[in-house]
């Protein structure tokens, strides 16, 4: 009798006066923005989904959360990238306008100078001090770290930048608020970087990591097909989503093929002939010349640090066979670059600057960046200056006013407002995690390592191009992309025993790690 006396007591027992003023505030929230947008219940919803967001993040590892962040900012539209030509919008463009622009240009508050994804990251890094400060191992378990040296590169490029945006402080004709567009571009790389160190939990992200990458990808190329068959001319708009996607693209493209490689089943035959055709669909609706340079040199990366085998003596046969071909077809439609010789005139527009007047902008800007690191080469101008007009373009800046803060090359332009040291500073940790990637490849015992250490490669060749040929720094594709990629390979070396720090090092370099034949 007591029993049943002690439970009905327990169940009457009075709510937590927390939890309870906590459901009342967020019910009257959801009123609120429920009356706030004209009745829709959808958007009034809002506030209970991130909340049991916010609670999901609290109580998953870190690497949930974060993967699914880079899974958010491959397929939001960025307001600021002009997507579609700003002539069509998906049911997504606000979701994407709250997470990846200042907040203060959705909700007319002046404070809200940061975006949702700001907040989203600071909140990740609580969530890991927290953690670390009460013990918590729920991140730890199974966990590898990643190479000290290129920890270490992530630290020196964040304090590089500090250094760089000082001395543009110190000189005359300091711009604060153009500083900071040219600090944003670059400062988010080696946090995210660092994130992914402290989230992943070693090569066998490699699964999460590429499915989150290739829905991505498919869900733009799909995208980029759409809006490509309601805006079919090309003059009305030149491109179909952004020029980010480019890198998304043939980054998903490359792990597609590094799969087949390295496991050429069945299995991986249906995946390239499902994924591929799709890829190639988004990349020709997008209508950009990059992509397949970039696409390119990372195959050609790839191919070179890989062994031969019968797949690639193949490739290598059908190649030399249909050279002649190959360079008649591109004397026959150099001048003539329509219908099916449309891909020539990718090429001229790539390599000739006098067919495409884009390519003698980019050759006239690229003198000019020239003539800018000549003046100052080891320090360059700082943060906050602008790169010298040796030779005056045509005032772009009512359409693109930072266009003298954030060059279209991104590779010279550092250079420019960074100097020899800073650059290096800046840019080293992305060599290193090439080498640590080629590294890990050669080391590699596994499919699984080898397919990580190629994708992660390609990943950061194609980032280069991207970086050299039109604007890579900044962007949330680069930043989450190269993110992960550096971090994968950090700790791949440290799996597989490529790197084992400065007394296992030397050793490494003259061990023989087995190998296994490839088909």
Wanted: charged residues 15%.
């Amino acid at each position: 009798m007591s029993l049943a006396v002690e439970a009905r007591h327990r169940r009457l027992a009075p709510a937590d006066p927390l939890v309870l003023c906590a459901v009342v505030a967020l019910g009257l929230l959801t009123l609120w923005v429920i009356l706030a947008a004209n009745g829709n219940v959808w958007l009034g919803l809002t506030p209970l989904a991130l909340v049991a967001v916010v609670f999901a993040m609290i109580r998953l590892p870190l690497r949930y959360s974060l993967v699914g962040l880079a899974f958010l900012c491959l397929i939001l539209e960025n307001p600021s990238e002009g997507f579609a030509m700003r002539l069509w919008a998906s049911p997504l463009a606000p979701l994407g306008a709250v997470m990846l622009q200042h907040l203060n240009l959705t909700i007319p508050i002046p404070a809200l100078f940061f975006s949702g994804l700001d907040v989203a990251l600071v909140f990740i890094i609580g969530i890991w001090g927290v953690r670390r400060l009460a013990g918590v191992d729920v991140d730890l378990r199974g966990k590898v770290a990643a190479a000290m040296p290129l920890r270490r590169a992530g630290v020196i490029c964040l304090a590089t930048i500090g250094v760089v945006w000082a001395f543009g402080m110190a000189r005359a004709g300091f711009s604060f608020g153009n500083s900071l567009w040219q600090i944003f571009r670059v400062v988010y790389l080696p946090c995210v970087f660092l994130l992914f160190c402290a989230a992943l939990r070693g090569p066998r992200e490699i699964r999460p990591l590429g499915v989150a990458l290739m829905a991505a990808a498919l869900f733009r190329a799909v995208e980029a097909v759409w809006v490509r068959h309601l805006f079919p001319d090309t003059l009305i708009m030149p491109h179909a989503t952004t020029h980010a996607d480019s890198m998304l693209f043939a980054d998903a493209f490359v792990m597609v093929l590094v799969i087949f490689f390295e496991r050429p089943t069945r299995r991986t035959l249906l995946l390239a002939a499902t994924t591929l055709p799709v890829l190639c669909a988004g990349m020709i609706a997008n209508n950009r010349r990059l992509v397949w340079v970039e696409l390119g040199v990372s195959l050609l990366v790839i191919y070179a640090i890989t062994p031969m085998t019968r797949l690639k003596r193949r490739l290598a046969q059908g190649v030399v066979i249909s050279i002649p071909v190959v360079l008649l077809y591109v004397a026959a439609g150099w001048s003539h670059h329509t219908g099916i010789f449309a891909p020539v005139g990718v090429i001229r527009s790539v390599v000739d600057s006098k067919a495409d007047t884009s390519t003698l902008w980019r050759d006239l800007e690229n003198y000019n960046l020239y003539s800018t690191i000549r003046s100052n080469p080891v320090l360059g101008t700082g943060f906050g200056h602008e790169y010298l007009e040796k030779i005056h373009l045509p005032d772009i800046s009512r359409s693109y006013a930072l266009y003298r803060y954030a060059p279209h090359n991104s590779i010279l332009g550092l250079f420019a407002y960074c100097g020899i040291a800073g650059f290096a500073g800046i840019w080293f940790m992305l060599p290193l995690g090439i080498f640590f990637g080629v590294r890990s490849y050669r080391f590699a015992r596994s499919p699984r390592d080898r397919m990580a250490s190629l994708t992660a490669i390609g990943v950061l060749v194609a980032y280069l191009v991207h970086c050299y040929g039109d604007m890579g720094l900044g962007t949330w594709t680069s930043v989450f992309c190269v993110g992960a990629a550096l971090a994968l390979v950090g700790k791949q070396a440290v799996a597989t025993g490529a790197w084992r720090g400065l007394s296992g090092f030397a050793e490494s370099l003259d061990a023989r790690p087995e190998t296994t034949i490839h088909p």
